[in-house]
């Protein structure tokens, strides 16, 4: 017992040597790495499928590092993604006939990971990458003339068309995914480095709930003349100011704010620029 004691002590003041601990910040631009399909784009003669990733986009991350030694290290990031935007359906076909929705991402996110340094100014990064917050944000504007069960259901005549705009946020289950990076490391001075890296993220997020957040809708008939218009305290018949998104729904089912899970796509590949400060090793290193 006494014996493992002064081993565990020797292999600590080891660490203790050469241990030092830096931050930094970056930021930087991300694509999508594996597109999946968001949405369908649709005109007079034929409907194609959109691809993209909710992970492309601007990000920025603060990072502490610790370094066990000259080698090894860990460190724990923080980040925000502001995602660009992906296209869910765009239709162009009439003049009321017209639709554009859009999604895009809002997230904070964190990630835990080895550090690994090849040599001075090389180093590598491995580990666990979480979403601890955010939304994706659905905008939808669309101009489109009524079709026959809905002029019938709503007492319209033909040639009735309506104008709507609505925002409507997406909420996802928790993810785990992974990160790896590569980067090169210029020193400054003792105490500051500039440097750039490649990063992948490997992540998917899997729909929780929604909310509708903004909502506009006019009603006009045939002439221009408008003869309604609903708003976030009056939704029209077709729209839930919440959704569900479960894994299984019955055929008798007739609840139209429980929807089917589907899972999203954050994956992405990118390219950042920061700065590093690294605070001075310990005493025992100087000596």
Do not use: C, W
Not at 67 to 72: A, G, P, Q, S, Y
Not at 226 to 233: F, G, H, R, S, T
């Amino acid at each position: 017992m006494k014996q493992s004691i002064i081993i565990l002590t020797a292999l600590l003041l080891s660490t203790a040597s050469y241990a030092q601990f830096q931050i930094s910040a970056s930021g930087g631009y991300a694509i999508g790495s594996a597109g999946m399909k968001t949405g369908e784009i649709t005109n007079a003669t034929e409907t194609e499928n959109a691809y993209g990733s909710y992970g492309e986009g601007f990000n920025g991350q603060i990072r502490g590092t610790y370094f066990f030694n000259d080698t090894f290290g860990a460190d724990l990031s923080l980040g925000y993604l502001h995602g660009s935007d992906q296209t869910v359906r765009e239709v162009n076909i009439a003049d009321f006939n017209e639709t554009e929705a859009i999604a895009r991402a809002r997230a904070f996110g964190a990630a835990i990971s080895l550090v690994y340094k090849f040599n001075n100014n090389v180093y590598g990064r491995l580990g666990a990458l979480v979403k601890l917050g955010g939304k994706t944000e659905a905008v939808v504007s669309s101009n489109a003339l009524f079709t026959p069960d809905e002029l019938s259901e709503n007492l319209l005549p033909q040639g009735s068309n309506y104008e709507v705009d609505y925002v409507e946020d997406f909420h996802g289950q928790f993810p785990l995914g992974f990160v790896a990076a590569i980067g090169y490391e210029y020193p400054l001075n003792d105490n500051f480095s500039v440097f750039a890296e490649a990063e992948y993220y490997g992540i998917s997020l899997k729909r929780k709930d929604s909310e509708i957040t903004e909502f506009n809708m006019d009603v006009f008939l045939p002439d221009g003349t408008q003869v309604a218009n609903y708003n976030l305290d009056n939704l029209p018949p077709g729209y839930n100011r919440t959704t569900t998104y479960v894994d299984d729904i019955s055929n008798t089912n007739t609840d139209s704010s429980k929807e089917l899970a589907v899972k999203v796509p954050y994956s992405s590949f990118g390219i950042n620029f920061g700065i590093t400060y690294k605070f001075k090793k310990s005493s025992s290193d100087n000596m």
